[in-house]
């Protein structure tokens, strides 16, 4: 549903009216998002990703590239807002109005009929659960109430393509519980690209993630890809007593591990041991090692990499 090809962004710098190459927001970005994927974006603060989803909602033209929204090539700024629903990361509204002439007035905005519209904000309310702040000002709404009232005028045309900017901030954690719902429930039938500084929340609600890191794209796939590509290895921790690390780092069979000694808990020590192949059969070799060592083992975990583990190596590597 979404397809880019090589798109950028150049943003340039005027002399004396003349226009000279300047910095790049987005360079040679590539990428597909198919229908029914929720696809986040992650970067830090600058990497590009307003940027991104701007262009892909016709909001600022590309400086050179291609992307399509189904069938719809961007060079068809209208035909792509019918593709689209967007959720700014503060979602412009009319404060003094009411919900539902809110979402009335947006639907005229978006060209639907008297009788479709009357189905649709009914439609949308019922899917948002907003149906009973219809009749309130959004001023007097809670955040999180606003954030589904924003969403719910974003899909008012049934676009086939949501692109949601931060659509958890400033909501508590009981808030993005529900947003978090609203949008997998959403995904069943639509493409869904978000973009968000919250990690855990990007890892619970996407089916892949894209990391954007000073305007290029330096990873795209599910967490166990991303953990991959970021040369993660394989790690495990275990608590052992009577055994050295030095004793354990002497025979075990398994090329070269990397050890660290995290605490002494009583008589007992509690190690990491990390090896750079992910595949390595570091645990099982940990094992034969302690007994070897005539040690008993207590505990043993493989340590799984976080995304924010990820996240950092990933965007570190270009600093």
Known sequence: MIRVENLCRQFGEQHGGEQHSGTFAVRDLSFSIGKGEVVGLLGPNGAGKSTTMKMLTCYLPPSSGQAWIGKVNLSDPIGVRRQIGYLPENAPSWSDLRVIDHLRFLGRMQGLSSATLKDRVREMAAACHIEQVLHRRIDELSKGFRQRVGLA?????????????????????????????????????????????????????????????????????????????????????????????????????????????????????????????????LAEALFRAVVKSGGVLLELRPQRISLEDVFHRLTEEAQ
């Not at 890892?203 to 000073?214: F, G, L, N, Q």
Request: hydrophobic fraction near 45%; charged fraction near 20%; aromatic fraction near 0%.
């Open 153 to 281: 005028g974003a899909m008012l045309h049934d676009p086939a393509v949501l692109i949601l900017d931060e659509p958890t901030t400033g909501l508590d954690p009981n808030q993005i519980v529900e947003i978090r719902q609203l949008i997998r429930s959403l995904a069943v039938q639509k493409t869904v690209l978000l973009s968000s500084h919250i990690l855990s929340e990007v890892e619970a609600v996407c089916d892949r993630m894209m990391i954007i890191d000073r305007a290029e794209l330096k990873a795209m796939g599910n967490s166990s890809e991303l953990a991959a590509l970021a040369s993660a290895g394989a790690q495990v921790e275990i608590c052992v007593l009577g055994a050295t690390m030095e004793a354990l780092a002497e025979i075990i069979e398994l090329g070269e591990v990397t050890w660290q000694q995290l605490a002494q808990e009583s008589e007992a020590i509690r190690i990491t041991a990390r090896h750079d192949d992910p595949d390595a059969p």
